[in-house]
């Protein structure tokens, strides 16, 4: 799959591209959107408007997800796809089936590529750092998953600065496989981490970039401009809604609206493209719970996002 309009970033320093916008899994295929037809029609349109990034975990409503949207992709060619996974949080009650030891992500691989239905997943994402296993142990782990040929590059996801340059770090000194890419947050309202710690340190190694939330879980889009829609996913979970939904927060958003009137798009296509246009930024993951939701977030390829147009948004909404 090539379309014109989509763009196609290298992830890193790697030789892999992946479209600037991804379509992922969270809270969405298998959780709120189980209708398969529904699922299909998005994925497909998402595939044939040029995303080739298509991200999952296998904590996504306990492997659901995986299934989900591993029945879908298998109708389209296989090298056109970038599929990616995650490992560490628990999928289970027992001991070890948690974390980024060696026998979790062994064992968990296997299940995620056969939910999925595929022999291979192009990413592999340790979900997040494993304070009791040490990184060699994990590192080994991905490598011989790497040499393996069930995943082709490993990455992090919400690591910090120094936990990633420590993984690089073990991986030179035992000549290992280098984690490519770190799928950190990032959004207006959450950025400060990124830019002050996650862009550089990335960009100095190597590593390509994938981020998620850039809505901010939907806050961004205006759709809490005036409260909680019934349904809306900020409803569903008491801690993103004490995260986002707060006076200062609604009244922030709200100054975008105008801006988003001159510009001739949405709120949403603002935010999703400033995010994309961000030093080191290789993708950004949307997320959407039907197809009308898709077509707005794919209408952020056409914003002309300025240096005076980010000034103006991140004056909006200050950091923090």
């Known amino acids: 799959m090539f379309n014109a309009a989509m763009q196609y970033r290298k992830m890193g320093a790697s030789g892999l591209r992946l479209s600037a916008l991804a379509l992922g899994g969270w809270t969405t295929y298998g959780a709120s959107v189980k ?8 994925i497909t349109a998402a595939f044939e408007a040029g995303v080739n990034f298509f991200d999952i975990s296998d904590v996504y409503e306990k492997g659901e997800a995986e299934k989900s949207m591993g029945k879908v992709l298998a109708k389209f060619p296989r090298h056109e796809l970038v599929i990616s996974t995650k490992v560490f949080w628990p999928m289970s009650d027992d001991v070890n089936d948690k974390g980024l030891s060696r026998k979790h992500i062994m064992e968990s691989i296997e299940k995620s590529l056969r939910r999925i239905g595929t022999p291979y997943v192009d990413l592999y994402f340790c979900h997040r750092p494993d304070p009791d296993t040490p990184i060699e142990e994990t590192a080994r782990a991905m490598d011989d998953l790497i040499h393996q040929g069930k995943v082709l590059y490993w990455g992090t996801s919400e690591w910090s600065a120094d936990q990633i340059r420590e993984a690089h770090a073990v991986c030179d000194k035992r000549n290992l496989v280098k984690p490519a890419v770190e799928q950190p947050q990032l959004s207006l309202i959450k950025r400060q981490k990124f830019l002050d710690e996650i862009s550089p340190a990335c960009r100095a190694l190597g590593a390509g970039v994938v981020t998620w939330s850039p809505l901010a879980s939907g806050m961004l ?15 569903r979970s008491e801690n993103l809604r004490a995260s986002y939904v707060t006076e200062a927060s609604r009244a922030a958003v709200k100054k975008l609206k105008p801006i988003a009137d001159e510009m001739g798009c949405t709120r949403s296509q603002l935010a999703i493209a400033w995010a994309m246009a961000q030093s080191g930024v290789t993708c950004v993951i949307t997320g959407a719970t039907k197809f009308e939701q898709l077509k707005e977030n794919l209408g952020a390829l056409k914003v002309n996002m300025t240096d005076e147009l980010k000034r103006r948004l991140e004056a909006a909404i200050p950091a923090g």
């Open 35 to 42: 209708d398969s037809d529904t699922v299909e029609r998005i």
């Open 221 to 235: 889009s205006g759709k809490y401009d005036e409260g909680l829609p019934q349904g809306a996913r900020l409803t």
